[in-house]
T-cell receptor, first 115, second 114 residues
Framework: DTGVSQDPRHKITKRGQNVTFRCDPI?????LYWYRQTLGQGPEFLTY????????KSRLLSDRFSAERPKGSFSTLEIQRTEQGDSAMYLC?????????????FGPGTRLTVL | GENVEQHPSTLSVQEGDSAVIKCTYS??????FPWYKQELGKGPQLIID?????GEKKDQRIAVTLNKTAKHFSLHITETQPEDSAVYFC?????????????FGTGTKLQVIP
């Protein structure tokens, strides 16, 4: 399977703990995006990388959130001191940099439950 | 920023009937409108898209229309089948810096009754 993969698929944690999610984009895609999706809502943009550079961050990305893409391939999203409001599906997407509209391909997501 | 509204939130149709989902957007600079299908436990999957210089696009049983003046766009599914049951999201995309920033609607849960 050459699509976007995410790990883990599910994560249950206690409030106050730190969690880290991983995303592996489609291999030739140099753009990578993180979204958050809560129940009954569409995905909301969190942040975007082109290669290893983080070029945009949403106001939704509080200082407890940090994302990296150290070698321009896989990316990690870390949430420190988790809160119950962080419970959501975290989606990763990737796209090519060229092309007029840069179709984004989504992974299956990581569902986070904070108890 | 861009705001995308989507209606209805739920839609039930009999197998073989048509389904229509409508969206509006707020930013006239939006130039690309993808539609995604999300099945349970999976990420959204692009099913069709339309660019701002096109009024209509069709792909087999799926069609999208765009009215730039009214800032409306719609998804039409004909001859619905049970496997069309899923949540559908419209989105509006605008060029922001070097990439297309995508704003999603709130989704429509489509149920096709056999």
């Amino acid at each position: 399977d050459t699509g976007v993969s995410q790990d883990p698929r599910h994560k249950i944690t206690k409030r106050g703990q730190n969690v880290t999610f991983r995303c592996d984009p489609i291999s030739e895609h140099n753009r990578l995006y993180w979204y958050r999706q809560t129940l009954g809502q569409g995905p909301e943009f969190l942040t975007y990388f082109q290669n290893e550079a983080q070029l945009e961050k949403s106001r939704l990305l509080s200082d407890r959130f940090s994302a990296e893409r150290p070698k321009g391939s896989f990316s990690t999203l870390e949430i420190q001191r988790t809160e119950q409001g962080d419970s959501a599906m975290y989606l990763c997407a990737s796209s090519l940099a060229w092309g007029q509209h840069n179709e984004q391909f989504f992974g299956p997501g990581t569902r986070l439950t904070v108890l | 920023g861009e705001n995308v509204e989507q209606h209805p939130s739920t839609l039930s149709v009999q197998e073989g009937d048509s389904a229509v989902i409508k969206c509006t957007y707020s930013d006239s600079a939006s130039n690309y409108f993808p539609w995604y299908k999300q099945e349970l436990g999976k990420g959204p999957q692009l099913i069709i898209d339309i660019r701002s210089n096109v009024g209509e696009k069709k792909d087999q049983r799926i069609a999208v229309t765009l009215n730039k003046t009214a800032k409306h766009f719609s998804l039409h599914i004909t001859e619905t089948q049970p496997e069309d049951s899923a949540v559908y999201f419209c989105a509006a995309s605008i060029r922001s810096g070097g990439y297309q920033k995508v704003t999603f609607g709130t989704g429509t849960k489509l149920q096709v009754i056999p």
